[in-house]
T-cell receptor, first 112, second 114 residues
Framework: KQEVTQIPAALSVPEGENLVLNCSFTDSAIYNLQWFRQDPGKGLTSLLLIQSSQREQTSGRLNASLDKSSGRSTLYIAASQPGDSATYLCAVNRGGSEKLVFGKGTKLTVNP | GAVVSQHPSRVICKSGTSVKIECRSLDFQATTMFWYRQFPKQSLMLMATSNEGSKATYEQGVEKDKFLINHASLTLSTLTVTSAHPEDSSFYIC??????????FGSGTQLSVL
């Protein structure tokens, strides 16, 4: 059974700091890995999707890496801003299915 | 980007009543939608896969008679929590699959059962 773990559960940083969020998964037979952003009481916004054959994806100040063999992914946020404050979720597809297995998320607070 | 509308965003109901949650894909057709549930400080957990024109597929441990799913059109799936109890209080969120590739999520429904 696939399990996704995110560390840390919560993180508070001052504005402008670079930071890394971690995600690990137990079964390396994934189709892809996605990072989402969830704002309180709201839905999910897809940030980055990494196919299993890829090593990383970048979008603006965000960079996500994937090491499938070790079952790890990181989300790097450069020059953090208060508007980045949200819960960040990592999710993997199970063997080509569209069904996602989520981690519990990392709650990020960026202080002005 | 594509938009998925979920309604209501928040509902409070009495124990024993039924609650219907709607999930609509506004600008694309979705033959497949997914329903997730999230308890406080827990992961989003897949409840069921909703397929247009056929019966939903439920994940292990999810009662199909309690969580009724109807996907009668290519743009609408509904989740009805029947005879809701306080332990059903949770955040429910849907997602719709566009073009068989990309998932878009609704904004979620916070259900509180008194």
């Amino acid at each position: 059974k696939q399990e996704v773990t995110q560390i840390p559960a919560a993180l508070s940083v001052p504005e402008g700091e670079n930071l890394v969020l971690n995600c690990s998964f137990t079964d390396s037979a994934i189709y892809n890995l996605q990072w989402f952003r969830q704002d309180p009481g709201k839905g999910l916004t897809s940030l980055l999707l990494i196919q299993s054959s890829q090593r990383e994806q970048t979008s603006g100040r965000l960079n996500a890496s994937l090491d499938k063999s070790s079952g790890r992914s990181t989300l790097y946020i450069a020059a953090s801003q208060p508007g980045d404050s949200a819960t960040y979720l990592c999710a993997v597809n199970r063997g080509g299915s569209e069904k996602l297995v989520f981690g519990k998320g990392t709650k990020l607070t960026v202080n002005p | 980007g594509a938009v998925v509308s979920q309604h209501p965003s928040r509902v409070i109901c009495k124990s024993g009543t039924s609650v219907k949650i709607e999930c609509r894909s506004l600008d694309f057709q979705a033959t497949t939608m997914f329903w997730y549930r999230q308890f406080p400080k827990q992961s989003l957990m897949l409840m069921a896969t909703s397929n247009e024109g056929s019966k939903a597929t439920y994940e292990q441990g999810v009662e199909k008679d309690k969580f009724l799913i109807n996907h009668a059109s290519l743009t609408l799936s509904t989740l009805t929590v029947t005879s809701a109890h306080p332990e059903d209080s949770s955040f429910y969120i849907c997602s719709a699959l566009q073009g068989g590739e990309k998932l878009f999520f609704g904004s979620g429904t916070q259900l509180s059962v008194l």
